[in-house]
């Protein structure tokens, strides 16, 4: 057999998706699971008879038998899982988010620093077609001087207390807004710059350890102000329900899961003035292989590519870490209930 | 491919449930309306006297009281047949949220019903306890069927997150696991959901099994089309091959005269799942579809 040898580290709802385009995609194939569990360890050897199950990363290492790994474990392991995998000069795509907090991920980014290996942090609402889109339009700068950025994530997930590793802050890190809001964090520093300053508010509506809603101000290195609005708890949202605005000198963008609004001003090159949308069916990009979602295969894509030519990505270690210390000045300006914060620079 | 001739129009469930490609706001709303499985039930007449013949069916929770109401109705009960989708993934991708993989399975098995595991005569403690994936799968398949009982179904089909995931990780023993259990169970043929049509037709023929009847997207602009259009184009002219097509009309993006002109020329394409939420919207709709057809 041929391609890139794939392993998955932790063969959960989100281990599987990998691991499903892991081997399906061209030039790539499942090479060995790295999983705790008994129970998946021998389903994985039943079913998949040239896949190699593993108990711990450090065996997986030993075994020389991976080209790039993909953890997908609880946030609370994903450093020292990367980082042996970065001493070892393996390339690793990390779910998302990236840590428990940016002082959490320093490891991490010192092993890279001293041994840089093709590295990748799962914020696949990145490749969506109309966040695509969106920020293709930003960043050529359609609308001028951004001034003004509104955001909110809404989904019904939780309206009783939650069980599981998600709602315990020891290995998640926080609630909702470092949960689903880190991909709403993640878009806005991509599609706007740095973040440096923050007020903000967590609230807790069914959860005990955790916080269910998060609102804050963000002030924008470029001069640009906004906020997050999110909650895990608000009724109707079926699934995780992302919308975007931004006003600037030269117009406004509306961006969401189903379409893009732009309204501008004045022409820019061949983007006309006054309002032009793009749907979903506009924007579609076909994939060689669709498992629920093209934007996981467009960031496999990318990374496989990442991994063959020994190249960078835009969400890497680095950019993951930027949204970490966002959130974890977020975190800190409630704790001081809502004075304002500088976001930190950690530089190792 | 399996003898089983479907209705050329078949409703889709997607507004009952607040799915909504276009637009999640609409999604809501309509979601809200049909949450009174009387307004549900009205669609279903007017679906049925426009043309429908068949209704598509998430199991997703709420499709338990839309099942009880075509039991009841013994018109609708024999002139629609209803064609279950399973399973209703967002269900179980928001518990495995919070409980992981395994835990949501062992507890969805272990919360069934006395009634249920009795009625289904199964040893839910020993699938529990033995925790094979397989005999995990079978013993799912038949609660999430259970609902469905005594309706009129043909074919069950597979959802396409699953499906896509089982060919993308060459397992053609859960399928085969899938076929037969609907066969043996309850009569039934195997219907596979899909977003990659031209994959499909590639992996049961490297596996030598019989093609499925497929459920798949199919419309001109290429939405949700999978790996091109070209592709997809040339799976769909396989002779052996019967489509129901979705998302023919891209999620509102097309009118029905411009999506059926393009639908209908394949002859592989038996039957059309179509969303509907107004007597004349159907009207108009499935007007189209047979219309283009002659």
Known sequence: MTGLRGAVVGFGKLGLLHAGLANGLPNSRLAAVVESSAVIQRAVRQYFPDVNVFSRVEELIEARQSDYVIVATPTGSHVSIAEKLVEASIPVLIEKPLSLNAQEAQPLVAALNRNWVPNMVGYMGRYIDTFHKAAQLLHRSVLGKIQMVRSSMYVEQLLKPGEGWRYDPATSGGGVLITQNSHVIDKLLWMFGDITGVLGNTSQLVSRLVEDHVHAYLEFSSGAVGFIDASWSARHFRTPTISIHAQGTNGTLDVDDDEVRLFLDNSIGETSSGWTTWRKPDLYRPVPLDIGGTQYTFQMIDFLEAVTNRSDLDSNVASGLKTQLVIDAVYESARQGGTRVDVGTLVS | ?294
């Open chain 2, 1 to 294: 491919m399996t003898g089983v001739v479907l209705p050329r129009i078949v409703l889709g469930h997607n507004a009952f449930f607040g799915v909504d490609h276009l637009s999640s706001q609409r999604g809501a709303e309509r979601a809200a309306y049909f949450s009174d499985v009387a307004n549900v039930m009205t669609v279903i007449a007017s679906a049925v006297d426009s043309g429908a013949g068949g209704l598509m069916l998430s199991t997703h929770p709420r499709a338990v009281s839309i099942c009880e109401a075509l039991r009841v109705d013994t018109f609708l009960g024999s002139n629609l047949e209803v064609f279950p989708l399973l399973p209703y993934a967002q269900k179980y991708v928001t518990r495995a949220n919070e409980l992981g993989l395994v835990r949501v399975v062992t507890q969805t098995l272990a919360a069934a019903s006395t009634r249920d595991k009795v009625g289904l005569g199964l040893d839910f403690a020993r699938t529990i306890y033995r925790r094979d994936p397989l005999d995990m799968v079978r013993a799912l398949m038949r609660l999430e069927l259970r609902m469905f009982r005594k309706l009129n179904v043909s074919t069950v089909f597979l959802h396409d997150a699953i499906a896509d995931l089982l060919m993308a990780l060459n397992l053609p023993e859960v399928f085969s696991l899938y076929e037969s259990t609907l066969r043996r169970r309850f009569g039934t043929a195997a219907g596979i959901a899909t977003k990659n049509l031209s994959l499909l037709v590639r992996r049961f023929q490297e596996w030598g099994m019989e093609l499925p009847v497929v459920l798949t997207h199919v419309n001109k602009v290429g939405f949700q089309v999978n790996p091109s259009q070209e592709e997809c184009e040339k799976a769909l002219a396989h002779p052996e091959l019967a489509v129901m097509a979705m998302g023919t009309l891209a999620s509102g993006y097309l009118t029905p005269e411009e999506a059926y002109s393009y639908v209908n020329a394949f002859s592989s394409v038996k039957s059309i799942v179509v969303g509907a939420s107004s007597t004349a919207h159907m009207r108009a709709t499935f007007g189209s579809i047979t219309a283009s057809k002659t």
